[in-house]
């Protein structure tokens, strides 16, 4: 009787150690799982904040004239009505991938839009080995320092006029002046 008593013993406490195991490898796939979905929502994230910047540039080049806008709202960027046929800088305006409830954190300049932030909450698992031009993002710890902006180019000063080339005819000796 005594044997048996000590038998169930062992199998129980085999039984408790083996589910603790699996709890164990249970939390493990769990957080496994919830870090590869926040690493492929980081990477749609880089993808969509690139369109955005895509588009804004797109956006300033097509302005007609020396003088180039941003637009003041991101359905210009879906639809350019200064044109006669409305032009598409960007397909749609894509939700937030980190946090697609929220609307996107708009920079401005003036009342211009220079660029789009993530509002979510939360800590970039990615921290290194950004592609070109994205290098600011490094060592950010919040999803609202990766800006996706296009600033343009301050319109540099233009060159001074070249002086108009002296020709044979009007070249003039220091030689023949008295």
């Known amino acids: 009787m005594n044997r048996v008593r000590t038998s169930r013993g062992v199998v129980l406490m085999g039984l408790v150690v083996l589910l603790a195991l699996g709890g164990l490898a ?19 994230l880089l993808w969509v904040g690139q369109q955005f910047r895509a588009a804004l540039e797109s956006y300033h080049r097509a302005t007609p004239g020396p003088v180039k806008h941003l637009p003041v709202s991101l359905d210009e960027l879906v639809r350019d009505s200064r044109f006669p ?33 993530s509002q979510a909450d939360g800590e970039p698992l990615r921290r290194t080995a950004f ?3 994205l290098e600011a993002f490094e060592g950010a710890t919040q999803y ?27 070249v003039t000796s220091s030689a023949a002046t008295p």
């Open 144 to 170: 609202a320092s990766w800006r996706f902006m296009f600033v343009p180019r301050a319109n540099a000063t233009p060159a001074p006029p070249v002086p108009p080339r002296a020709s044979p005819s009007t």
């Open 85 to 117: 046929n409305p032009v598409r800088h960007l397909r749609r305006i894509y939700a937030d991938p980190m946090q697609p409830e929220l609307p996107w954190g708009i920079v401005r300049r003036g009342n211009q839009i220079v660029g789009v932030y």
């Open 26 to 44: 249970a939390v493990q796939f769990a957080e496994s799982a919830v870090t590869a979905r926040q690493r492929e929502r980081e990477t749609q």
């Open 131 to 133: 592609a070109p031009g």
